[in-house]
């Protein structure tokens, strides 16, 4: 959506006469799992009271003071942010951020040493799923199997590190998301409301909403997706048409 070719493709979905397209995009879901997944005090505090993570990532990290050094130093703590949640190390951070391998080491410990949640979790899960055989599951239950974290080729063990690593938060997001599904389905009907959801795009669900039910619905959507799962954040959605 931020290219010109994203914007352009997505012109091609025509709502309905008497309808528009209505977006329900589940904020930050993977960096708010981590939080939960990792029980990490600064990001749980952080999502708890609304506060912007990417914000306080660049406060705490890369020590942004003014409001200018904060916008700059905000889109780096962003893209680290991510990163961490993928498991990504120093050597695929380097050129998402623009700096060096060295760099990029010294920034995720710096970020280790804020988020101490995150880097126990980022030690202890490998070993955990080595000692369940080889078997990782995400919040709902739903199992991948790694058979290579126990591999002599580092390589291979590498990789399933990261994806024991990263199963957790990203499987999870996607269990929400189908339970969202099914809830906001329910909902709708209930309501005796005729919205249909109609595409997923990723975290993203897209509804054809007729125009008087636009408000009624965007409520009844936000309220389900949001109480689809319990975890000790807050899950957002922010509603757009």
């Given at each position: 959506i931020r290219t010109e070719l994203g914007r352009h493709i997505r012109r091609a979905f025509i709502p309905a006469e008497g309808c528009?397209?209505?977006?329900?995009?589940?904020?930050?879901?993977?960096?708010?799992?981590?939080?939960?997944?990792?029980?990490?005090?600064?990001?749980?505090?952080a999502f708890r009271h609304g506060e912007d993570i990417h914000s306080r990532t660049a406060r705490r990290v890369f020590g942004a003071e003014t409001e200018a050094d904060l916008k700059e130093k905000r889109r780096v703590a962003k893209i680290?942010?991510?990163?961490?949640?993928?498991?990504?190390?120093?050597?695929?951070?380097?050129?998402?951020?623009g700096i060096s391998r060295h760099e990029a080491k010294k920034v995720i410990e710096d970020y280790y040493n804020s988020y101490t949640g995150v880097k126990r979790y980022m030690d202890e899960m490998p070993e955990k799923v080595r000692g369940n055989g080889g078997?990782?599951?995400?919040?709902?239950?739903?199992?991948?199997?790694?058979?290579?974290?126990?591999?002599?080729?580092?390589?291979?063990?590498?990789?399933?590190?990261?994806?024991?690593?990263?199963?957790?938060?990203?499987?999870?997001a996607s269990d929400i998301v189908k339970l969202a599904m099914l809830k906001v389905t329910k909902e709708l009907k209930e309501r005796g409301l005729s919205a249909k959801m109609i595409?997923?795009?990723?975290?993203?669900?897209?509804?054809?909403?007729?125009?008087?039910?636009?408000?009624?619905?965007?409520?009844?959507i936000k309220e389900a997706m949001e109480s689809a799962y319990e975890l000790k954040v807050p899950l957002v959605v922010e509603i757009g048409n």
């Amino acid at each position: 959506i931020r290219t010109e070719l994203g914007r352009h493709i997505r012109r091609a979905f025509i709502p309905a006469e008497g309808c528009q397209l209505v977006s329900a995009d589940y904020s930050q879901i993977e960096l708010r799992l981590l939080a939960h997944i990792t029980d990490d005090a600064e990001m749980l505090d952080a999502f708890r009271h609304g506060e912007d993570i990417h914000s306080r990532t660049a406060r705490r990290v890369f020590g942004a003071e003014t409001e200018a050094d904060l916008k700059e130093k905000r889109r780096v703590a962003k893209i680290v942010n991510f990163a961490i949640a993928y498991a990504v190390g120093a050597f695929g951070l380097a050129p998402r951020v623009g700096i060096s391998r060295h760099e990029a080491k010294k920034v995720i410990e710096d970020y280790y040493n804020s988020y101490t949640g995150v880097k126990r979790y980022m030690d202890e899960m490998p070993e955990k799923v080595r000692g369940n055989g080889g078997v990782v599951r995400s919040l709902a239950g739903r199992l991948r199997r790694l058979p290579d974290i126990s591999s002599r080729n580092q390589n291979l063990r590498s990789r399933a590190e990261r994806e024991a690593i990263n199963m957790p938060m990203q499987g999870s997001a996607s269990d929400i998301v189908k339970l969202a599904m099914l809830k906001v389905t329910k909902e709708l009907k209930e309501r005796g409301l005729s919205a249909k959801m109609i595409l997923q795009v990723h975290d993203e669900l897209i509804f054809e909403v007729r125009n008087e039910e636009l408000e009624e619905a965007g409520r009844v959507i936000k309220e389900a997706m949001e109480s689809a799962y319990e975890l000790k954040v807050p899950l957002v959605v922010e509603i757009g048409n």
